[in-house]
């Protein structure tokens, strides 16, 4: 989970301080991972290290896939996601979105 966590410093820390400057700060960026099973640990990953460095009021995370993940003991489906995020909120300006794809 190291590797996990630095390539989410690096990603994160990134579209900080270069894309979302983008666009008069509305800047979007799409991750794109191998499988559902990588979007969700990043998803994790990512949500964790925004909360931690405390960049909840600029940044959002999102998470899109088809069919479900099974983690471990934890199965998502596509239509059962309160804890994975689908909509973005139309009118936020302030907040940059990157999707994990």
Same mark, same amino acid.
């Given at each position: 989970?190291?590797? *996990?966590?630095?390539?989410? &410093?690096?990603?994160?820390?990134?579209? @900080?301080?270069?894309?979302?400057?983008?666009?008069?700060?509305?800047?979007?960026?799409? /991750?794109? +991972?191998?499988?559902?099973? *990588?979007?969700? @640990?990043?998803?994790? &990953? /990512?949500?964790?290290?925004?909360? &931690?460095? $405390?960049?909840?009021?600029? *940044?959002? %995370? *999102?998470?899109?896939?088809?069919?479900? %993940?099974? $983690? $471990?003991?934890? +199965?998502?489906?596509?239509? /059962?996601?309160?804890?994975?995020? @689908?909509?973005? %909120?139309?009118?936020?300006?302030?907040?940059?979105?990157? %999707?994990?794809?």
């Amino acid at each position: 989970m190291q590797k *996990l966590a630095q390539k989410t &410093e690096i990603v994160i820390e990134y579209f @900080r301080q270069v894309v979302a400057k983008k666009i008069s700060g509305r800047a979007k960026a799409m /991750f794109v +991972t191998s499988s559902r099973k *990588l979007a969700k @640990r990043y998803f994790e &990953e /990512f949500n964790k290290y925004i909360k &931690e460095n $405390d960049y909840t009021k600029e *940044l959002r %995370v *999102l998470v899109a896939f088809s069919g479900y %993940v099974v $983690d $471990d003991r934890e +199965t998502i489906f596509e239509s /059962f996601q309160p804890y994975y995020e @689908r909509t973005i %909120v139309a009118d936020e300006p302030e907040i940059n979105h990157l %999707v994990i794809w």
